[in-house]
């Protein structure tokens, strides 16, 4: 068997179509959506997904800021930047970009976020709404990554109702809270949650109709572990330096040899990564959406 691809390149060209078509709604009602990246320090894969983000943001029409601090900045300077974003009439949501450089307090920071900014879903307010199931008539934001999951496998046609998923990891951008939108009614997987102490790993990957990879240990997951015809979803990005051209090489949690074996799977790069960056954008309209009504 060769598994078909979740295409994240292609499904994110259609969502990015819609996003196009409710921005220009809003614009017609002299509301223009804005995004505020907030970058601390100078990672270069971070730098990347920032420079990402702003593109995307001019494709369909989003106003986008960008604010860098040094990686010398304290807890105060970084609180100071995000009241500063709370407080600005043109940013409709930002970003807090993950991982902040060692002795700055993430949770902290996430905290200080004005929940009706949160492009991340990420502040314990919008994860709480997600815990207590409240939906109202536009979302409150939803953690990008875990929704990138969902419409990727969803907009792909794979069954999710009665499936059983396994989800690998327990980060806070994907593992923590991809099981509540795998169990939400209408949605109705059922969902065990596992991570690098789990023993016997394998086994309960053997029994999943899907399998959602997100530890960043590369090609932690094996051909020989997949049910035949399960979905897999590949979050993980590991870079490994490829000295020849300068370049490095993405390696993703799953082996390539599931490929084989699976009936659907995501690729790294090209799979879940472009569509967390869409669901970014969606989170930043509906803000702009919610506003008015
Ligand atoms: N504030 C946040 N920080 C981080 C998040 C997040 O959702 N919010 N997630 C990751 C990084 N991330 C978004 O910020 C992200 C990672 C990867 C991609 C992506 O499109 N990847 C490409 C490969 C691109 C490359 O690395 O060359 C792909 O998979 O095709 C988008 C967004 C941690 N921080």
């Given amino acids: 068997m060769t598994a078909q691809r979740l295409d994240g390149v292609a499904t994110a060209a259609t ?56 990686a010398s900045a304290t807890n105060a300077d970084v609180h100071a930047a995000i009241r500063d974003l709370n407080a600005a009439r043109e940013v409709t949501g930002f970003i807090v970009q993950l991982p902040l450089p060692a002795g700055l307090d993430e949770q902290a920071m996430l905290e200080a976020i004005d929940p ?42 794979v069954p999710l109702a009665g499936a059983e998923v396994c989800v690998i990891g327990r980060g806070l951008t994907v593992g923590r ?3 509540l939108l795998l169990t939400r009614r209408g949605v109705d997987a059922t969902v065990t949650l596992t991570h690098s102490r789990t023993p016997d790993l394998a086994e309960h990957v053997r029994t999943a109709d899907v399998v959602v990879a997100a530890v960043g240990r590369p090609h932690l997951v094996q051909p020989e572990w997949i049910k035949p015809g399960a979905a897999v979803l590949d979050v993980g990005i590991t870079r490994e330096r490829v000295l020849d051209n300068g370049k490095a090489r993405l390696l993703g949690d799953v082996h390539p040899g599931v490929a084989d ?4 799977l995501s690729p790294v790069p090209g799979g879940v990564g472009p569509m967390t960056r869409v ?3 969606d989170n930043v309209v509906s803000a702009a959406e919610r506003a008015l009504l």
């Fill in 15 to 70: 969502v990015k179509a819609e996003l196009r078509a409710r921005v220009d709604a809003l614009r017609g009602v002299g509301v223009t959506p804005g995004l505020a990246t907030l970058m601390v320090g100078d990672d270069p894969a971070s730098r990347s997904y920032v420079s990402g983000k702003h593109r995307d943001c001019d494709e369909v029409g989003i106003a986008s800021v960008r604010v860098e601090l040094p």
């Fill in 116 to 157: 009706a900014k949160d492009a991340d879903g990420l502040h314990p307010t919008n994860l709480g709404r997600l815990v207590l199931g409240v939906q109202g008539p536009i979302d409150a934001p939803l953690p990008c990554t875990p929704t990138a999951c969902v419409q990727l496998l969803a907009r792909h046609g």
């Fill in 177 to 179: 809270s991809i099981g």
């Fill in 261 to 264: 074996v699976a009936g659907w």
């Fill in 279 to 281: 669901m970014l954008l």
